[in-house]
Nanobody, 119 residues
Framework: QVQLVESGGGLVQPGGSLRLSCAAS????????MSWYRQVPGKERELVAT????????NYVDSVKGRFTISRDNAKRTMYLQMNRLKPEDTAVYYC????????????WGQGTQVTVSS
């Protein structure tokens, strides 16, 4: 079965950095558009960043542009989110999402990893 496993979350001070990873199994990774979402209690899940299946196109929500970088290694079936200059408002549970580039019904989620930015 398909599994997406996030790692790399934790507690960091404002201005610090974290690198999240999402390891995929049970799917042909290179056929999937990969995204990071985040959610705080009481709010809707927010799309943070997306990377195309070949890794040749990325998109970011305005609030993270210039601070976060999404990337992927198709050979390792892993996606990353490098988060720099973190702010308290980046505090959330971060989720990995995989959606097939053609067949959108093939849509999978990881279990999430907590990121807390606090002094």
């Amino acid at each position: 079965q398909v599994q997406l496993v996030e790692s790399g979350g934790g507690l960091v001070q404002p201005g610090g950095s974290l690198r999240l990873s999402c390891a995929a199994s049970g799917l042909t990774f290179s056929n999937y558009v990969m995204s990071w979402y985040r959610q705080v209690p009481g709010k809707e899940r927010e799309l943070v960043a997306t990377i195309a299946s070949a890794g040749d196109s990325t998109n970011y929500v305005d609030s993270v542009k210039g601070r976060f970088t999404i990337s992927r290694d198709n050979a390792k079936r892993t996606m990353y989110l490098q988060m720099n200059r973190l702010k308290p408002e980046d505090t959330a549970v971060y989720y990995c999402n995989a959606q097939h580039r053609r067949f959108k019904e093939y849509d999978y989620w990881g279990q999430g990893t907590q990121v807390t930015v606090s002094s």
